[in-house]
């Protein structure tokens, strides 16, 4: 009862928060003293670099480790890995996008050899290759076995872009919101309109990620009923 | 107890590769110590069924125990220990040669190396055995595999059109090596388009159409 | 596991001095991408750039790529698959006697690249000679993320354009240590960061090659 409600209302919750994140971000925040108008995209990149990253990138490996653990191991980890995965190629593309728009008048072009941008763009590749190795494959138990250690070996890509931004050269801001002492450094709306951005965007994930689970069960099904006309088929040839 | 004697048991095993069914719901057992010839026409499955014997292709649905390991549930590399597989591809490291070859099979077995002399030489292999494996003939090849097996002795062996590449007197000597292997307790499952081939031995014909069996005597 | 990859990694190197594919055309491959690589730098920094290590490197990546492919293309005929499955061989050991095979060729493929670099791109010796340590655990990275990549796309649909596209984005975190750490060698400079990353690599991948090379064989 409870988790059908929650997966109802998980979209129109999605789309209050994100609505009230672009209300507050456009309208009832205000300009930054340096960057202008430009910090807006605050509200906008740091969430969907957050769930690029972290969340559909972490719920992919964590659903592969599942799959690849004897225990835990069924084609339900598998699917939410492979559509965590596709998610994440979406919002990591965004991430890109957006962080260009954001560095063009910051840093004067549109691509810096910034270190998490490099990194992020690298990580990018790496999730299209995922789903590249997944269509190389037919056999799905092997499919899912390798795409599942594809996946684990490309997360070990996630800490080196997080000590990156310490140890390479960059020109990339370090950490803004929460410094190592954990003190907030933006206020009132601001962090208002933050939390409402990191949240709606991580529902906007679950949210894709539940729909292309079901259209990916839909398809499977679809398959299932070509594969018993096939064996109907196959059986044929045999008949005398 | 029939069970405990059957090496093969196959209950509608399905395999299918890229959506195709290779096989369509083989229902099939083979008792132990025996000789079976898979035949059919091309295309009928027969390299299908023995490499799903041999752990090579995975079982898609359907019920298949060999060698007591269950197909869908058991380690394929304790199944694949278990089986011999001899393909009609070359099998083996093209640059090694034979005797080279047959060492490495040796030490990956734990076997003493002092046997591979007695099994090239019954083979028939023994001016070759330096050379490399790219060098030999088909059927050359063909002796090496078997020369592999046989430092290997597994209890299912499964020869996939094993008189192919192979002259008289070696369809001559395969046969009674076959003998040999079949009285010395293992089970032979061969597959070949011409089931009169092995009649010497007085085979059982499994033949297969559709990728399933369609009879058997 | 160790007597496994001992046995595979004998077997892999002596296929390679038999078949001499490594000296007749990787090598030649390398030779001449480090040229081109010269030549594209212009006459004017050809001999004087401080990209020396970073196009030692490029190079060594573009060599390493076809090696894989050549480890796995020795075990990939369809007849041999079949007959080394059938010998139950230790996956971890497999994987660690690959990776070992594929090291040692890197390593002896890598000498004639920096000396090379060193001949053509005119790179310090001493710089390079001090370099040496680091391009060895870089290239041994290489060798146990190459030999995972190369098990990952076996076997599958176009396994050779594949490969590039997994393995290079996983090697950009080797390219920049070890070019840093040669720079570093060469110029003086911060090291022990890449040291970091590069055995933080090289272990990261031998674990995971150690763990779950099993899981990538095809069934």
Request: charged share 15%; with cysteine.
């Amino acid at each position: 009862m409870m988790k059908q409600l929650s997966q109802r209302l998980l979209g129109p919750v999605t789309l209050v928060l994100l609505g009230l994140t672009f209300w507050l971000g456009l309208w009832v925040t205000p300009p930054d003293r340096v960057q202008g108008n430009l910090v807006r995209l605050l509200y906008v990149h740091p969430a969907i670099a957050w769930v690029a990253l972290y969340v559909s990138f972490g719920t992919a490996t964590i659903a592969s480790a599942l799959y690849l653990w004897r225990r835990t191991r069924s084609y339900v980890m598998d699917r939410i890995a492979h559509c965590s995965m596709e998610v994440s190629v979406v919002f990591i593309v965004l991430t890109l996008i957006t962080g260009s728009i954001w560095g063009r008048p910051t840093w004067g072009v549109w691509w810096a050899w910034d270190a998490r941008l490099t990194s992020t763009a690298i990580l990018g590749v790496l999730a299209l290759g995922y789903l590249a190795l997944r269509r190389a494959n037919d056999d799905p138990a092997l499919r899912a076995r390798r795409s599942a250690v594809f996946a684990i070996l490309s997360a070990i890509n996630v800490p080196i872009i997080h000590f990156s931004v310490q140890w390479w050269k960059t020109l990339h801001q370090g950490a803004t919101v929460f410094t190592s002492s954990r003190t907030v450094l933006v206020h009132g709306s601001m962090a208002w309109t933050l939390l409402f951005s990191f949240v709606g965007f991580t529902l906007l994930f679950f949210w894709l990620l539940r729909a292309r689970y079901r259209l990916e069960i839909k398809r499977e099904e679809s398959s299932s009923a070509q594969l018993d006309e096939a064996l109907a088929s196959r059986r044929s040839e045999g008949a005398f | 107890m029939e069970g405990d004697i059957d090496v093969v048991r196959l209950h509608d095993a399905v395999v299918l590769s890229s959506g195709f069914p290779l096989l369509s719901g083989v229902d099939l057992r083979i008792g132990a110590g025996s000789l079976s010839v898979v035949t059919g026409a091309n295309g009928a499955g027969k390299t299908s069924l023995l490499r799903l014997l041999a752990g090579l292709i995975p079982l898609t649905s359907g019920v298949a125990t060999v060698a007591g390991i269950d197909l869908a549930e058991g380690d394929p590399r304790q199944l694949r220990r278990r089986v011999g597989w001899l393909g009609h591809e070359g099998s083996f490291y093209d640059d090694l040669s034979v005797r080279e070859n047959l060492v490495f099979a040796a030490r990956a077995l734990d076997r003493p190396t002092s046997e591979i002399g007695s099994v090239v030489e019954r083979v028939g292999l023994s001016h070759r055995i330096d050379t490399t494996t790219r060098q030999l003939s088909a059927g050359q090849r063909r002796r090496l595999g078997l020369a592999w097996l046989l430092l290997r002795r597994p209890e299912l062996w499964l020869l996939d059109e094993p008189y192919a590449s192979l002259d008289d007197d070696g369809r001559t000597f395969f046969d009674a090596l076959l003998g040999d292997v079949v009285a010395s307790g293992a089970t032979v499952v061969v597959s070949a388009h011409d089931p009169l081939r092995s009649a010497a031995l007085n085979p059982r014909t499994i033949l297969l159409a559709g990728g399933r069996v369609v009879g058997d005597n | 596991m160790f007597r496994t990859a001992l046995l595979v990694a004998a077997k892999d190197l002596r296929i390679e001095l038999r078949s001499r594919v490594l000296l007749w055309q990787v090598v030649p491959f390398g030779v001449v991408a480090l040229l081109l690589s010269g030549l594209a730098l212009g006459p004017a920094h050809a001999g004087n750039s401080s990209a020396g290590p970073g196009l030692f490197y490029l190079v060594t990546l573009f060599v390493a790529l076809l090696m894989i492919n050549r480890s796995q293309a020795i075990e990939s005929t369809p007849g041999t698959k079949a007959s080394i499955a059938t010998l139950g061989l230790d996956p971890a050991g497999v994987f660690l006697g690959k990776s070992l095979a594929l090291c040692v060729e890197l390593w002896a493929t890598g000498l004639v690249l920096l000396a090379g670099a060193i001949l053509v791109l005119h790179t310090a010796l001493h710089g390079a000679l001090v370099a040496l340590p680091s391009i060895g655990v870089t290239l041994a990275a290489m060798a146990a993320a190459g030999t995972l990549y190369g098990a990952l796309t076996a076997g599958g649909d176009g396994a050779a354009t594949l490969l590039p596209v997994l393995t290079l984005p996983a090697f950009a975190p080797l390219l920049i240590a070890g070019e840093r750490s040669f720079s570093a060698a060469l110029h003086g400079g911060a090291l022990w960061e890449w040291w970091v990353i590069l055995t933080v690599a090289l272990v990261a991948y031998l674990a995971v090659g150690v763990l779950l090379y099993g899981v990538l064989e095809e069934s």
